[in-house]
């Protein structure tokens, strides 16, 4: 019994395998909608219309404060141990997880593309050391910081976005990148920028060398794959 079970077991994983890709070519075909536009406009709909349905937190079940837990946890530890005094945090959402933290900054900045996310991060959490600015990570400048938070952005953005992303990341001149990845997948798949999957940065089409540091997040939902949050120095990170 054990023996077939070990020999149907490859065949089970690539089948689901398949089926998943298959569910998210046919759900993109499905949603030609979000084919174009602009990227605003998807994620003001998205914040307006709460489509990521997380009863704590409009940036969706990833903000929430319990699978932010080991975040939250190693995040000053990491900033201690490479010295950074500057942060800028995009997206920063409705920064649920984020105002649990008391960090040794000189100054956090959070960015997001939606408008009243930024003008309420503004009211309820800005002070002289923590700012809130609305920006496009894709296009528009950013502030220089040691350390450039960009988690869960990019499982969101589609291939090309993705480059324009680190592009303008890397003209900020910013020092350090922690930005989510799973490094257990084989495999990258493109999608319109709105939708969901994971990516792993170390692998085509971007080529990510190894990270300083992985931060595995050991989310407890099964959508969470082995997500993690890895550090890279920005100059290391090369985009052919």
Known sequence: ????????????FYALRY???????????????WRGGKIEEKFAKIYSKNLWQDPESVSG?????????????ELPKLISDIGAKSLLDIPCGDFNWMKE???DLDMYAGVDIVEELVDANNKNYGNERRKFVKSDITKDPLPTADLVLCRDCWVHFSFADIFRSIK???????????TTTDP????NMDIYTGFWRTINLQIAPFNFPQPIKIINEKCPKEWCYNKSLGLWRIDDITIV
């Not at 257990?184 to 495999?187: F, G, V």
Request: with cysteine; glycine share 2%.
């Open 101 to 103: 933290l008391d960090l």
């Open 184 to 187: 257990n997948l084989d495999e």
């Open 168 to 178: 303008n990341i890397k003209k900020s001149n910013s020092q350090y990148l922690l």
């Open 19 to 33: 089926l998943k890709r298959r569910y998210w070519r046919v759900s993109h075909r499905c949603f030609s909608e």
């Open 1 to 12: 019994m054990k023996s077939y079970i070990n020999q149907k077991l490859p065949a089970v």
């Open 61 to 73: 079940p990833g903000s929430n404060v319990i699978h932010t837990k080991v975040v939250r946890q």
